[in-house]
């Protein structure tokens, strides 16, 4: 029953949101999800840690910076974030080639 009446309210309020509103909006939604994924994965026993531990502090960081409002500083984060991720998979490429 309530699930209906929210699915309304957010179509209402998807529709009146500016392009603004609608980025800011999925943006915090983003951070949301990525804190409960850590937090599942602490709870699993899994540790971000032990495979990458450079990415946990700048994962923090963007999650911070979204919830904060900090959209700007959040995309430059993101994007250190894909260089730093796009340099592991040439690496883990080249290396999976001279074998």
Not at 16 to 40: W, Y
Not at 50 to 62: E, Q, R
Not at 81 to 97: C, K, M
């Amino acid at each position: 029953m309530y699930q209906a009446a929210l699915k309304a309210y957010e179509s209402v309020n998807k529709s009146t949101m500016n392009g603004r509103d609608v980025e800011a909006a999925v943006l915090t939604k983003a951070a949301l999800k990525l804190k409960a994924s850590q937090d599942n994965c602490k709870r699993n026993g899994h540790d971000a840690n032990g495979a990458a531990p450079s990415t946990v502090v700048l994962i923090d960081s963007i999650s911070e910076h979204i919830l904060q409002r900090q959209y700007y500083q959040a995309l430059k984060l993101t994007k250190r974030l894909i260089q730093y991720e796009q340099e592991a998979i040439q690496h883990v490429s080249g290396s999976i080639e001279s074998v």
